[in-house]
């Protein structure tokens, strides 16, 4: 009997677009808040422009480290308070969201295509693209991803696309080998050789009768290595050598408030708690995600 | 009289392991006239499903075909494009395979599947390739058909999903069917079942029918002739009647007496003793002489030909050598 129920749950998982997969997700309390959470954020990014109450730039000098709403000393122009330079740490962070949530959907949308691709090719015709592909990997995988990020940066200087470039270098890799040994699956399967048998060419099968079936990890992996990337970003940012200083950025503005901690706390907590916010809810829906997609991980 | 729909003369496809070539089909003859069906019988690992594939030129690395021909409808498909053999696959040679469940896409719904085969060979779309669904399916006997057509693959029963592969592969009226074990995973009603329904297809359709399976009971009741096969090659080809009144082959005779009679329990069941041999390291004579209780001196030297013993009926052994009654059966069919 309890190899029935595990057989169906599995049988289930594979038909990822049945609606039984959204109510099984939404009976997930703790990954509907965290997606709430995350829906949150990119409304906020998305709608910086209209809901600041500030110019993110600029500056009053006479509001220099105004304190939150709660304290006495407040200033109620500020809600959240102000930084060294009398800019209002709301509108900073709304305007930081939109560049963390654009960095990581970009990054990890070109990271996915290109991984996933790559891999899809290895996996499906092997052979010495393969053997290249494999071995381009592996040495990019021995590449510690901050120094190199450093590199590229330090001779670039801070600008968006380096950064991107920066941070997909070594993203794909993951898509990569996640695609490859599953299609490397899905190609014996037994539907791959009937769909040969009914006249299906190689890039029909490829996308028509492989792909779906793939999808459902990727999905999962885009989810949590988005995570990674809005860290990766924010650490990038907190050393200067990330989003240039033009652009309001959660790991600048935790950088500008570092000297400030002892008698200013909020200027750097506040950035440091919406990065926090934003990683904890992407990893915690993407957890949700692949406890629905892959009934291995399954916990009850 | 005229050529055979399906005429396989001498096909050999190989395998390259890492312990050398495994020869998995060994100059194998074969044909089937439309309308018939000829029941392709062994053991697992002699070679049936990969006779099958190589028909369809579906053998993948590290198998290849070697040698032979394989004449469909006056063409050498061996000679084809990959082009033109796409066009062909699902087209006029459809395949069903033994596992219903696993030949299916699990991500994609029963219409899905029925319709996608319909467009890619141009037979209907839109409107018109969902209501030629419906019809499939009903013509397959599954209740209810508009409703199935919503269904994923792991929500129907076994014999619903045969159905359904079944429905598949005749929706482009193929003019020969190529059947892998097609019930080995169902359990008896429902072998009986779809064999009935292929029965019908054939007599329809005037469906050639190349069946595969180990499974004399099937064989006895829904093919023709039959070819039995062993280590790669074809040891005796007959009517059906024939072969499993009068078996000539020792293995054919052995094979027949592993299966159970109802209600003959003084008959005993003798198994056949030994096993297959390694098909890498292959002795020189004949491939079942390790296990042939009438095994004699020249069957360890060399590979007995094919002898002609009556009509349609060729086998593979010293022992039908001075009974032949015509030239030696090369090539005819």
Known sequence: ?300 | MSRPLLDVRELSTQFSTYRGLLPAVDGVDLSVESGETLALVGESGCGKSVTALSIMRLVRRPGRIVGGETWFDGEDLLRKSQAEMRQLRGDRIAMVFQDPLSTLNPTFSVENQIVESLRIHGVARGSAAREHSVSLLEAMGIPAAPERLRSYPHELSGGMRQRVMLAIAVSCEPELLIADEPTTALDVTLQAQIMDLLAALKQERRLAILLITHDLGVVSQFSDRAAVMYAGHIVEQAPVRALLEEPLHPYARGLLRCVPRLGRPDIPLTPIEGSVPDMVNLPPGCRFAPRCPEVMERCWESMPPLYDQGPGRIVRCYLFEAAEQAAPAQGTA
């Open chain 1, 1 to 300: 009997m309890a190899e029935r129920v595990s057989e169906e749950e599995e049988l289930e998982s594979v038909a990822a677009t049945t609606p039984g997969m959204l109510r099984l997700l939404l009976g997930n309390r703790v990954a509907v808040t965290a997606g709430l959470v995350v829906i949150a954020f990119f409304a906020i990014g998305l709608l910086a422009g209209v809901l600041t109450p500030h110019d993110p730039n600029a500056q009053h000098p006479e509001a220099i480290r105004a304190a939150p709403f709660w304290r006495a000393d407040a200033d109620a122009r500020f809600l959240l308070g102000t930084d060294s330079l009398g800019r209002d740490l709301l509108s900073r962070m709304m305007y930081g969201a939109r560049v963390s949530i654009l960095l990581g959907v970009v990054v990890v949308l070109l990271t996915l295509v290109v991984g996933a691709g790559l891999g899809m090719l290895a996996g499906y015709f092997r052979g010495r693209f393969d053997v290249v592909m494999s071995r381009v990997v592996d040495t990019l995988l021995a590449f510690p991803f901050l120094i190199f990020a450093l590199a590229i940066m330090a001779a670039t200087g801070p600008n968006l696309v380096a950064l991107v470039l920066a941070l997909a270098f070594k993203g794909w890799v993951d898509f990569y080998r996640v695609a490859r040994g599953d299609v490397l699956a899905a190609r014996a399967a037994d539907y791959v050789t009937a769909a040969r048998g009914l006249g299906a060419s190689t890039p029909h099968i490829l996308l028509r009768e492989i792909l779906p079936n793939i999808v459902p990890p990727l999905i999962v992996l885009a989810t949590l290595r988005m995570a990674t990337i809005i860290i990766a970003e924010a650490s990038l940012s907190f050393l200067g050598i990330g989003v240039p200083p033009s652009i309001p950025a959660w790991g600048t503005m935790v950088a500008d408030g570092r000297a400030d901690v002892g008698s200013a706390w909020w200027i750097a907590t506040f950035p440091g708690l919406a990065i926090l916010a934003l990683v904890l809810s992407v990893n915690l829906f993407g957890e949700g995600l692949r406890d629905v997609l892959d009934p291995r991980m399954r916990k009850t």
